[in-house]
Nanobody
Framework: QVQLVESGGGLVQPGGSLRLSCAAS????????MGWSRQAPGKERELVAS???????NYADSVKGRFTISRDNAKNTLYLQLNSLKPEDTAVYYC???????????????WGQGTQVTVSS
């Protein structure tokens, strides 16, 4: 059993910051690309940022320069630093990872349960 657990969401004022974490646990051999997506009410889920095992990153245009994705491979943990938050950043944020599980031959995508980020004054 492999699971991803997000934490760090909450209520923050416009212009504020949050740091999200996503810890992977279970029978993990390796984790390839990891990412953060978000889904606002009434909207489709969108990719926010991704990072390869070697640290190559990719960001949605809407968050470039404000959000920073990082990971600690030794701890199987993914992070997202959210700065200069705007009301339109309000959403449930989900992490995911391409995980090679023990006793399998190819990686599968595992998703976390999500953490709510609300930006409001």
């Amino acid at each position: 059993q492999v699971q991803l657990v997000e934490s760090g969401g909450g209520l923050v004022q416009p212009g504020g910051s949050l740091r999200l974490s996503c810890a992977a646990s279970g029978s993990i051999i390796s984790i390839n690309t990891m990412g953060w997506s978000r889904q606002a009410p009434g909207k489709e889920r969108e990719l926010v940022a991704s990072i390869t095992r070697f640290g190559n990153t990719n960001y949605a245009d809407s968050v470039k320069g404000r959000f920073t994705i990082s990971r600690d491979n030794a701890k199987n943990t993914l992070y997202l630093q959210l700065n200069s938050l705007k009301p339109e950043d309000t959403a449930v944020y989900y992490c995911n990872g391409e995980i090679l599980k023990r006793y399998t031959v190819r990686p599968t995508t595992v998703w976390g349960q999500g953490t709510q980020v609300t930006v409001s004054s």
